[in-house]
């Protein structure tokens, strides 16, 4: 079992994590067409990083989606996706508090909110919650969730894709399993 420190940044989620009262799988916070077997082997993966990993699973996931970010300023997309993605990784150094990572999480989200359309919205979603990953574990499965919410947009709601985005999210969850 690791130490509590190590599971959760967050005190709430902490005392969660020491008092086994960790619920998977979680409940939605979107409506995807989704594969729930899948989901749930997501999430006991995910439940044995420490936090710092899932921090970095949850920004390298959302990394894949990036590129179908559209604010129609790609400057200022790429100066928020820098400076956000830099506070993040100085929290997963331990370099700053949460307090700094929770104002980088509201710059990340300034870009759903001048998204053009649905999958750069969705897409945008995706990197803000894998911000807001450095503060709250919660957030991850939810970054997951909206790439599924993108993967339906793209693909018709096809479950064959779904099922093919789960399992890419699961292998990069293994990958820091190791590390």
Do not use: C
């Amino acid at each position: 079992m690791m130490k509590p420190v190590e599971y959760a940044w967050n005190e709430h989620e902490r005392q969660l994590y020491i008092e086994n009262k960790i619920i998977i799988p979680s409940p939605y916070k979107i409506k995807i067409i989704d594969d729930v077997d899948e989901r749930n082997k997501l999430e006991h993966i995910l439940e044995r990083l420490s936090q710092r990993e899932l921090a970095i699973w949850a920004i390298k996931n959302a990394e894949r989606f990036i590129s179908y970010i559209n604010i129609g300023d790609e400057k200022l997309k790429n100066d928020i996706i820098s400076k956000t993605s830099g506070i993040l990784q100085k929290r997963i150094d331990n370099k700053i508090n949460a307090f700094e990572l929770r104002k980088a999480g509201f710059l990340a989200n300034t870009l759903a909110k001048n998204s053009i359309n649905e999958i750069s919205k969705f897409s945008s979603r995706i990197y803000a919650q894998a911000i807001a990953t450095g503060h709250m574990r919660g957030h991850a499965i939810v970054s997951s969730d909206y790439a599924i919410k993108v993967i339906n947009l793209l693909n018709n709601n096809s479950k064959v894709e779904v099922i093919k985005e789960r399992g890419k999210q699961i292998e990069l969850a293994k990958s820091l399993l190791s590390e």
